[in-house]
């Protein structure tokens, strides 16, 4: 039986003789037929239902998720012969069902890109579980959707909830409207909120009182290191002409850097602390009695330290080329060519080598990123921001030490090892891993994350599809291809999921060393201290057109179509 209630084929009942069916009513689904098609009423206007597409239950009103989604590169040009497939890939890793998934609009943009907006509907229910949305979240956020060869990697560009509850048995009544219990779950909310903050509020208070106390009780106690100096408070607001901003030089997440100039001339970089900053007094000492003993050309000197009162100050050696970041963005007024990109991650790699094998205790760095590698004058690496360093394990009075420090995970989010976020085992490894990741950026000139986007698996696609030179920074001029080719190599395999399958420093630092005796124009100057990292800004970084037996095999990054990571993967392929 069925009902045509409101259907528009009942304006012409009188002529069709149909008006029995045209009447309001119970609504019953039509049995026994080859369409199986059902007739049903409005959904509630209280929250914004859809009809579930493909539904195996009739009259089936459900809240959607809303996803926005990008696929890049995928291989073809025309999108619909493909959605059945695409839809069936999904739904196998988001583990739904085929009707729970709707792709509901898709455009074409530059890349080829396929951007696409989803629905996504709950199981048998009107209503998402909690748990639901986050498990649904989670799996887009943290790229655990497997790949597929034919729609490529993707990018979630936008998660809308929407509304979600729990569910609600069937059958059971109850005695508020759903206004009343939206009204009743937004109070809740916000008192919640209100609560939060309110103790928030009391925890922050409480921790900056005993900040403050903890640093006036470190003045009191003696630390006198040899070569560094205690500067006094007024000392180091002279030198920087009280702080002056016309003197700052950087700032972040523990507070500024201040260009100053000492009463003997001697320019220097002061770190100063903020209050609340993310760098404690457990730090501020950690990065002081590291450098005091730590000498190596491609590590930042600390010369001094201030710690009166509310106040805790690091004094370094002055580098007048900042850090590695900044010449990698789109603001650096003269980009680095290739030789100077691997001679300054030859640099750094040396300077984490002296720190795994040379140090006494060996220590792990725990914070390598382009920001924390600062250069100098000629351009020579030198690794910074020692505040999260940790001593390697000693052995033990009979046996060999362990191989990690079980510590709470700290470092920069895009840097970080990923076994070691997992098990909180601090290794050796776990800075190969951050080294990559500079590797990567040195590479292509983009950010460990951006806009949704991982540089690793980024490279790593591209590598995999064979257009590795899709993503070199097209800033970096023509370079020798099969140079490029065996950095990014080595890049990848420091950034392996597993420990074991990345190098060591060792490793990494004489491969590098090959790839520099390989690349032209660097006169295949001999791997050691004095000579590789000892080029002044007369050494010629610019390959020349002879003398090298791998002159012809250099190519501009202008070529390659598509230099912003994934954009030219498919540089045969126009978008619709």
């Known amino acids: 039986m069925f009902r045509l209630h409101g ?138 959707i497997a790949d597929s060869d034919i729609f490529g990697p993707y990018e979630l560009i936008s998660f809308n909830q929407g509304w979600y509850n729990t569910i609600i048995p069937q059958g059971t009544k109850s005695g508020l409207s759903t206004g009343a219990i939206v009204g009743v779950v937004m109070a809740a909310f916000v008192a919640a909120a209100i609560l939060s903050s309110l103790v928030t509020i009391i925890i922050l208070r409480r921790r900056s009182r005993q900040s403050s106390s903890n640093k006036r009780t470190a003045k009191r106690i003696s630390m006198k290191i040899a070569g560094v100096k205690d500067f006094t408070f007024d000392e180091l607001s002279h030198c920087t002409h009280d702080f002056n901003d016309s003197t700052l030089i950087g700032q972040g997440g523990y507070g500024k850097v201040y260009r100053g100039v000492l009463a003997d001339g001697i320019v220097v970089a002061i770190k100063r602390a903020q209050q609340g900053s993310l760098q404690g ?87 390598i990123k382009a920001s924390n590698i600062l250069l100098d004058s000629k351009f020579v690496a030198k690794v910074a921001d020692f505040g999260l360093s940790r001593l390697a394990p000693l052995p033990e009075t009979e046996g060999s030490a362990p191989g990690h420090v079980s510590t709470v995970v700290k470092g920069t989010p895009g840097y970080l090892d990923p076994e070691y976020f997992l098990t909180h085992k601090l290794t050796d490894k776990s800075d190969v891993y951050s080294l990559g990741v500079v590797f990567l950026e040195l590479l292509t000139g983009m950010q460990p994350i951006s806009h949704g986007r991982n540089i690793v698996r980024e490279v790593l696609a591209a590598n995999q599809s064979g257009m590795i030179f899709s993503v070199v920074d097209n800033r970096m001029g023509s370079y020798p291809a099969e140079c490029v080719e065996k950095f990014a ?60 037996r791998m002159d012809d095999h250099y190519i501009s990054s202008m070529e390659v179509s598509g230099s912003n990571l994934l954009s030219g993967v498919m540089p045969s392929i126009n978008p619709r």
């Open 7 to 144: 259907n528009p084929v009942c304006i012409g009942q009188n002529q069709l003789n149909i008006s029995q069916y045209c009447q309001s009513g119970t609504y019953v689904a039509r049995g026994g037929s080859a369409d199986n098609s059902t007739v049903c009423p409005p959904c509630s206007s209280d929250f914004p239902f859809e009809r579930i597409p493909m539904s195996p239950i009739p009259c089936s009103c459900v809240v959607p998720v809303y996803v926005g989604y990008r696929l890049k590169s995928p291989g073809f040009s025309n999108f619909i012969p493909y959605e059945s497939q695409f839809q069936q890939y999904l739904t196998s890793g988001l583990s739904l069902s085929s009707y729970q998934l709707e792709v509901s609009t898709f455009m074409w943009e530059e890349g080829p890109r396929l951007k696409m907006d989803l629905k996504i509907f709950p199981n048998n229910t009107p209503f998402f579980t909690v748990s639901e949305v986050f498990r649904l979240n989670g799996m887009f956020t943290a790229w655990q």
């Open 281 to 367: 007094s457990k730090e501020f000492f950690t990065e002081i009695e590291l450098l005091s003993r730590l000498h190596h050309r491609n590590l930042v000197s600390l010369l001094g330290y201030c710690d009166e009162d509310d106040e805790q100050m690091l004094v370094y050696e002055y580098m007048p080329n900042g850090n590695l970041r900044d010449h990698l963005s789109a603001r650096a007024k003269v980009p680095l060519d290739f030789p100077m990109r691997l001679r300054i991650a030859l640099g750094s790699s040396r300077g984490i080598l002296y720190l795994h094998t040379e140090a006494d205790p060996p220590i792990y760095h725990r914070d």
């Open 489 to 548: 190599a080595l890049a990848l395999r420091c950034c392996q999921d597993e420990t074991d399958s990345r190098p060591s420093m060792v490793e990494v630092v004489r491969e590098l060393d090959m790839i520099w005796r390989m690349t032209p124009g660097t006169e295949n100057i001999a791997s050691s201290e004095s000579g590789v990292m000892g080029m002044g800004s007369n050494s010629t970084s610019t390959p020349t057109a002879s003398g090298s």
